[in-house]
């Protein structure tokens, strides 16, 4: 029943992003990839139950925090009506977040840091590497705010700043974003409904406070919304090489991540 309920939401997924057409050529796709490759697929059945025997991320065990593992989103169990639309947790390969932030150059101390579902917090410990006016993260999963929260408490990097840090429980359509300039990153977190919710959020903050504002999508999934918000300006897209002990440490044998930058206009 709990693969059933799995598959039964990622179909939904899958409609909701690309419509029924999308469905069906991503059914083709992963059809082919299975007769191309059956064990790469068993492997990855192994490990869709969550952290499992995850292998340990070299962040963690550099700076003893427990950032590692995925857990897709129907384990999350947040019990919120948003959740069926939750892609689920995973982490960011370092070297590539560094190369996209370095990629943007932008005045740090002018801005505030904002990783919508920010999970384990990784991304907001990196970002820690630049001096930010604040660093935030929000997510949907209080457990996982728990465990972000003793991350950044445990994290003791050297290029750690004193930004002030804060993880907040919450949903990302309706908290409230800082006002004064911000960066968004978000790491694909959810699907095409709560992503549409979320711009629209993002929209009104603006209106109601105009300001600076850029965003930075890794593994931009939903990019065709962006595309289609006039308010919003591309400011490129690349992708990033991981360095060698990401790439060894990807659960899925990725060894880029595509990034695009947007700024609103």
Same mark, same amino acid.
């Given at each position: ?107 740090? +101390? ?67 974003? +800082?006002?004064? +300039? ?21 929209? %009104? ?41 990401? %790439? ?18």
């Amino acid at each position: 029943m709990r693969v059933r309920g799995a598959l039964i939401r990622r179909v939904r997924h899958w409609v909701a992003n690309r419509g029924w057409r999308g469905f069906l050529a991503e059914v083709l796709r992963r059809a082919g990839g299975l007769l191309a490759g059956r064990a790469r697929a068993g492997d990855a059945r192994a490990g869709a139950a969550g952290l499992g025997a995850e292998q340990v991320h070299p962040f963690d065990r550099r700076y003893g925090v427990e950032t590692s593992g995925l857990i897709w989103g129907e384990r999350l169990g947040t019990g919120e009506r948003r959740e069926i639309w939750a892609t689920g947790y995973y982490g960011i390969s370092p070297s590539v977040l560094w190369q996209a932030m370095d990629r943007m150059g932008l005045e740090w +101390p002018r801005l505030t840091f904002v990783d919508i579902g920010c999970g384990k917090g990784r991304a907001v410990m990196l970002a820690l590497r630049h001096p930010f006016r604040r660093v935030i993260g929000v997510e949907l999963s209080r457990e996982l705010v728990r465990v972000a929260v003793e991350n950044v408490e445990r994290l003791s990097a050297v290029w750690r700043t004193d930004a002030p840090c804060d993880v907040i429980a919450g949903d990302a359509t309706t908290t409230e974003l +800082p006002s004064g +300039p911000l960066l968004l990153y978000l790491y694909h977190p959810f699907a095409a409904p709560v992503m549409t919710e979320f711009l629209a959020h993002v929209k %009104a903050s603006l209106e109601l406070e105009p300001r600076e504002m850029y965003l930075l999508y890794v593994n931009p999934e939903m990019d065709d919304l962006l595309r289609r918000c006039e308010w919003m300006e591309r400011m490129w897209e690349e992708s990033f090489a991981m360095e060698e002990g990401d %790439a060894a440490a990807d659960r899925f044998g990725s060894r880029s991540e595509r990034v695009v930058a947007y700024r609103a206009r």
